[in-house]
């Protein structure tokens, strides 16, 4: 009978990290991966495995660090700019930035120093002091002196230097092999057509990358089927070669949950489970292999895919460091004021991915993080991350404003040139992101979706240049304007038109549930779902309903609420509602019948002296183009007719 699944815990990740050295030790993993002679000109981007020694200096003489003439200085004592001194011939002579510094004279007088007379003599104005414009032997490296440590990657000019000093070739460590083993009945290699309910295995492509991208060897194996046996066989044959064997998939306690278990009865199982979200399930072990070698470290990685990717980072990328005798890599960071409240779980660190975006104005360095999409399972957050805000396991989260720590996943040079819009999500902005990156690469449009409300409150409290906004007040039946007048009294706004755009009922296609405008969502069959709190499509939903004595009550799915018109229109592909509200241009994107609601402005609200700010001035050099407006009117439901022009 088989072991059970060992408990899923809650371990802090460094206590989780001792945990698994302990157990690597204990087990007589290798402490370093072996070492190998390589010539100095593919050493880059290896570790040395011993002190790089000096075999020569460098320069190995005294050589002109100008072009010019050679010169004895103590013979230009007496040349100044009112009685210049004239060499004759024999008394210097000519030299290029290199040349071995000529028998009997030891200082350089750069060329445009020096005056020649028609009868070849050189005329000085000033005197030379010894050694000038000399390159001392041994200036750069003197013979015999250590050139680098044992434990240092190497780095082009690390090359050069050892190239320099007599290396022809440099013992290094091997590159630590990492074998990628995915598993699961339900996974499909790319390039295959996946059919309902297969998934295609991007976490193995993802994972051997990120293994290569810091210095290691990866291959993968044929995707296993969730049966504990095969998992076995196949994780040890996977140790025979490996330095670090991943398994992929299986770590959680689900029923074809395989991967505790099978580490428990191939090896040791050091942790099941870490305090850290995303990426709690995680397994962390030894393997010991079927010939009787060495035992070999051994990650359950889980199958979501920013799980799996930070697992890596966290776990995978510091124990292959140590396995090359180096420290890991760091990324640099900085401090960033939160664009929104951001909630978290006590008990488990929490990894959030955020946009950056320098906002001039804010306290301190004025960078702002707006936090991402946070699921295991939403890929594309790690994607658009431009860093990475831990919040600790003690804190239930931080506050809108607050100051946080963020590990950088971009030069803060690329952080100052993006364009930071927060507030209601539209098409248009993903298209205009794209197409100012296709324009300059040096430009970046991060936007954020939180609905016009949080937009135009994010700009009132400096988070932001752009707020996206098409709120409705049914008051006035205004757009945008009576709500920056309340919310950003005695401040200097101006709004840019960026569209008009179609409103309306997104439904499945051919109209199965026969619904023709908002009456038909107070039916009892009828799923509707929603926007999220402060976003104009919720307003003018609720203004819709108002107007006709409707209560939202008695919309079926009121309360179920996605922040962009994609995740509406997919909520409807998949049969998981039948109605939501949205724009055209989101039906056509999943195939949707459209039922129109209502035409409006979106506009863009921003400080008035941004609008001449040189960040910004790519963005309204867009707006005026005449391809870009083509552009967003093929969309469907679009009208770009006022586009760029300022409202306010």
């Given at each position: 009978?088989?072991?059970?699944?060992?408990?899923?815990?809650?371990?802090?990740a460094a206590?989780?990290?001792?945990?698994?050295?302990h157990?690597?030790?204990?087990d007589?993993?290798?402490?370093?991966?072996?070492?190998?002679?390589?010539?100095v000109?593919e050493?880059?981007?290896?570790?040395?495995?011993?002190?790089?020694?000096?075999?020569?200096?460098?320069?190995a003489?005294?050589?002109?660090?100008?072009?010019?003439?050679?010169?004895?200085?103590?013979?230009?004592?007496?040349?100044?700019?009112?009685?210049?001194?004239?060499?004759?011939?024999?008394?210097?002579?000519?030299?290029?930035?290199?040349?071995?510094l000529?028998s009997?004279?030891d200082a350089?007088v750069m060329r445009?120093h020096?005056?020649?007379?028609a009868?070849?003599?050189a005329?000085?104005r000033?005197?030379?002091?010894?050694?000038?414009h000399?390159?001392?032997?041994?200036?750069d490296i003197?013979?015999t002196e250590?050139?680098?440590?044992e434990?240092?990657?190497?780095?082009?000019?690390?090359a050069?230097?050892?190239?320099?000093?007599?290396a022809?070739?440099?013992?290094?460590?091997?590159?630590?092999?990492?074998?990628?083993?995915?598993?699961?009945?339900?996974?499909r290699p790319?390039?295959?057509?996946?059919?309902?309910?297969e998934?295609l295995?991007?976490?193995?492509?993802?994972?051997?990358?990120q293994?290569?991208e810091?210095g290691?060897?990866?291959?993968?194996?044929?995707i296993?089927?969730?049966?504990?046996?095969?998992?076995t066989?196949a994780?040890?044959?996977?140790?025979?070669?490996?330095?670090?064997?991943?398994?992929?998939a299986?770590s959680?306690?689900?029923?074809?949950?395989?991967?505790?278990r099978?580490?428990?009865?191939?090896?040791?199982?050091?942790?099941?489970?870490?305090?850290?979200?995303?990426?709690?399930p995680?397994?962390?072990?030894?393997?010991?292999p079927a010939?009787?070698?060495?035992?070999?470290?051994v990650l359950?990685?889980?199958?979501?895919?920013?799980?799996?990717?930070?697992?890596f980072?966290?776990f995978?990328?510091?124990?292959?460091?140590?396995?090359?005798?180096?420290?890991?890599?760091?990324?640099?960071s900085?401090?960033?004021?939160?664009a929104r409240k951001?909630?978290?779980?006590?008990?488990a660190?929490d990894?959030?991915?955020?946009?950056l975006?320098?906002?001039g104005?804010?306290?301190g360095n004025?960078?702002?993080?707006?936090p991402l999409?946070?699921?295991?399972?939403v890929?594309t957050?790690?994607?658009?991350?431009d860093?990475?805000?831990?919040?600790?396991?003690g804190l239930?989260?931080?506050?809108?404003?607050e100051?946080?720590?963020?590990?950088?996943?971009r030069?803060?040079?690329?952080?100052?040139?993006?364009i930071v819009?927060?507030?209601?999500?539209d098409?248009?902005?993903?298209v205009?992101?794209?197409a100012?990156?296709a324009?300059?690469?040096?430009?970046t449009?991060?936007?954020?979706?939180?609905g016009?409300?949080g937009?135009l409150?994010?700009?009132?409290?400096?988070?932001?240049?752009l707020?996206?906004?098409?709120?409705?007040d049914?008051?006035?039946g205004e757009?945008?304007?009576?709500?920056?007048?309340?919310l950003l009294?005695?401040a200097?706004?101006a709004?840019i038109r960026?569209?008009?755009?179609?409103q309306?009922?997104?439904?499945?296609?051919?109209?199965?549930a026969?619904?023709?405008?908002?009456?038909?969502?107070?039916?009892p069959e009828?799923?509707y779902?929603?926007?999220?709190?402060?976003?104009g499509?919720?307003?003018?939903?609720d203004h819709?309903?108002?107007?006709?004595?409707?209560?939202?009550?008695?919309?079926?799915g009121?309360t179920?609420?996605?922040?962009?018109?994609?995740?509406v229109a997919a909520?409807?592909?998949?049969?998981?509602?039948d109605?939501?509200?949205?724009i055209?241009?989101?039906?056509?994107?999943?195939?949707?019948?459209?039922?129109?609601?209502?035409?409006?402005?979106?506009d863009l609200?921003?400080?008035?002296e941004?609008?001449?700010?040189?960040?910004?001035?790519?963005?309204w050099?867009l707006?005026?183009?005449?391809?870009?407006?083509?552009g967003v009117?093929m969309?469907?439901?679009?009208?770009?007719?006022e586009t760029?022009?300022?409202?306010?």
């Amino acid at each position: 009978m088989r072991p059970a699944s060992p408990f899923i815990s809650d371990v802090p990740a460094a206590q989780a990290v001792a945990a698994w050295q302990h157990a690597c030790a204990a087990d007589g993993c290798p402490e370093r991966v072996g070492t190998v002679r390589v010539p100095v000109g593919e050493a880059v981007g290896r570790v040395t495995a011993e002190p790089v020694w000096a075999r020569r200096s460098s320069p190995a003489f005294d050589s002109a660090a100008m072009d010019g003439i050679a010169v004895l200085a103590a013979s230009t004592t007496r040349a100044t700019e009112t009685t210049p001194l004239l060499l004759a011939v024999g008394e210097f002579e000519v030299v290029d930035t290199g040349d071995p510094l000529p028998s009997g004279y030891d200082a350089v007088v750069m060329r445009e120093h020096v005056h020649r007379t028609a009868d070849g003599l050189a005329e000085l104005r000033a005197a030379v002091p010894p050694y000038q414009h000399v390159r001392s032997i041994g200036e750069d490296i003197s013979a015999t002196e250590l050139l680098l440590p044992e434990g240092h990657r190497l780095r082009p000019v690390d090359a050069a230097a050892c190239a320099a000093a007599g290396a022809v070739e440099l013992v290094v460590r091997r590159r630590p092999l990492v074998m990628i083993v995915p598993t699961g009945d339900e996974i499909r290699p790319i390039g295959t057509e996946p059919a309902p309910g297969e998934i295609l295995d991007t976490n193995s492509l993802m994972l051997a990358a990120q293994a290569r991208e810091i210095g290691c060897e990866a291959q993968v194996t044929d995707i296993v089927a969730d049966d504990p046996d095969l998992i076995t066989a196949a994780l040890r044959e996977a140790a025979v070669a490996a330095d670090l064997v991943i398994l992929v998939a299986g770590s959680s306690a689900g029923r074809d949950d395989y991967t505790a278990r099978v580490v428990a009865a191939a090896g040791t199982l050091a942790v099941h489970g870490v305090a850290v979200r995303p990426g709690h399930p995680v397994v962390l072990g030894t393997v010991a292999p079927a010939t009787g070698a060495q035992a070999t470290p051994v990650l359950g990685a889980p199958g979501y895919p920013v799980s799996a990717a930070l697992t890596f980072d966290i776990f995978a990328a510091p124990m292959l460091a140590a396995l090359e005798g180096v420290a890991p890599l760091e990324r640099p960071s900085t401090s960033a004021r939160l664009a929104r409240k951001l909630a978290s779980t006590i008990g488990a660190d929490d990894w959030v991915r955020v946009r950056l975006g320098r906002v001039g104005g804010g306290p301190g360095n004025g960078i702002v993080a707006t936090p991402l999409p946070r699921g295991a399972g939403v890929l594309t957050s790690l994607v658009r991350a431009d860093g990475l805000l831990v919040v600790p396991a003690g804190l239930e989260g931080h506050h809108a404003g607050e100051e946080v720590r963020v590990e950088l996943l971009r030069g803060l040079g690329e952080i100052g040139r993006t364009i930071v819009a927060i507030g209601s999500h539209d098409l248009v902005l993903d298209v205009a992101a794209s197409a100012l990156r296709a324009a300059d690469p040096l430009v970046t449009l991060a936007s954020s979706n939180v609905g016009s409300l949080g937009g135009l409150v994010a700009l009132r409290d400096g988070l932001c240049h752009l707020a996206g906004s098409h709120l409705l007040d049914p008051a006035t039946g205004e757009y945008t304007l009576p709500y920056v007048d309340r919310l950003l009294a005695g401040a200097d706004i101006a709004v840019i038109r960026l569209v008009h755009r179609d409103q309306g009922l997104l439904v499945a296609p051919g109209n199965p549930a026969g619904i023709t405008g908002i009456d038909d969502l107070v039916r009892p069959e009828v799923r509707y779902v929603n926007r999220q709190r402060g976003a104009g499509t919720r307003v003018l939903l609720d203004h819709e309903l108002s107007r006709r004595g409707l209560d939202p009550a008695q919309v079926s799915g009121y309360t179920r609420e996605e922040h962009t018109h994609l995740a509406v229109a997919a909520a409807v592909a998949a049969g998981r509602a039948d109605a939501g509200m949205g724009i055209l241009a989101a039906a056509r994107a999943f195939g949707l019948d459209f039922v129109p609601v209502a035409r409006e402005p979106y506009d863009l609200v921003l400080r008035s002296e941004l609008v001449d700010d040189e960040l910004l001035a790519p963005l309204w050099a867009l707006l005026a183009r005449a391809d870009f407006r083509a552009g967003v009117e093929m969309l469907g439901g679009y009208s770009c007719q006022e586009t760029g022009r300022r409202v306010r």
